[in-house]
Nanobody
Framework: QVQLVESGGGLVQVGDSLRVSCLAS????????MGWFRQAPGKEREFVAA????????SYADSVKGRFTISRDNAKNTVYLQMNSLKPEDTAVYYC?????????????????WGHGIQVTASS
């Protein structure tokens, strides 16, 4: 079983940058696809980004492409989401999740373990 704990969220100004992290427990972290999703108040959870086991392949939602970067450090069992040029519409609870296999899925059902989420707020 994999346990995931997010950290690094908070309140920032519109246009600022923030990096959130997700620490995973378990010996097979380096074989898992990792993803980030987010859920704003009153909205459904949506895909943000995903990364394969080696870090050599990534996928992004159109809304964050060019502003957000997903990366991982397998030696630290950690995946990161660097968020630049934050907008008010980026405000949400951000969740990390793991997926078996090698496909960079974008659906919630593609992922089987989830963190509890962390709040990110971009305010003007």
């Amino acid at each position: 079983q994999v346990q995931l704990v997010e950290s690094g969220g908070g309140l920032v100004q519109v246009g600022d940058s923030l990096r959130v992290s997700c620490l995973a427990s378990g010996p097979i972290f380096n074989r898992l696809v990792m993803g980030w999703f987010r859920q704003a108040p009153g909205k459904e959870r949506e895909f943000v980004a995903a990364i394969n086991w080696s870090g050599g392949s990534t996928s992004y939602a159109d809304s964050v492409k060019g502003r957000f970067t997903i990366s991982r450090d397998n030696a630290k069992n950690t995946v990161y989401l660097q968020m630049n040029s934050l907008k008010p519409e980026d405000t949400a609870v951000y969740y990390c999740a793991t997926a078996p296999g090698s496909r960079l899925g974008r659906r919630i059902d593609d992922y089987n373990y989830w963190g509890h989420g962390i709040q990110v707020t971009a305010s003007s």
